[in-house]
């Protein structure tokens, strides 16, 4: 985008400048930014345990990598679910379990009841 003069100049015709969707551009946002929303919430609906476990092990991932197979952390493949939930409950309840306890007390602060469950059946299933 260029500013001449007192006038934005956008390099796509058909979108205004950042910061520049108000009245109708703004309505159609919201109709398309709301259908986006009610798709996301479907497909969340729809998911298993797992599918929704794999999108936050993610953040477990750089420690205990991508299937679960160890690096910074150990190794999580061949784990129940029920056991992930017992070891993360205990980490959000700040207990001990090893020497790096005072990071997972941060990892697990944040996490639901479900979010543990979910995490516990995706690394099940590796």
């Not at 599918?51 to 993610?58: A, Q």
């Not at 784990?79 to 090893?98: F, H, P, S, V, W």
């Amino acid at each position: 985008m260029l500013l001449i003069g007192a006038r934005w100049i956008s390099w796509e015709s058909n979108h205004p400048p950042i910061g520049k969707c108000v009245g109708d551009c703004y309505e159609a946002y919201k109709i398309e930014d709301a259908k986006r929303r009610e798709a996301e919430a479907a497909m969340l609906a729809a998911a298993s345990p797992a599918d929704l476990g794999k999108k936050l092990f993610t953040a477990c991932a750089a420690c205990h990598g991508l299937k679960g197979e160890g690096g910074v952390g150990p190794k999580l493949q061949g784990q129940t679910k029920d056991a992930i939930l017992a070891m993360l409950t205990q980490y959000k309840n700040g207990e001990t379990r090893g020497a790096q306890s005072a990071l997972m007390w941060g990892q697990s602060a944040a996490l639901s009841t479900d979010d543990m469950t979910n995490i516990g059946a995706f690394v099940e299933s590796l």
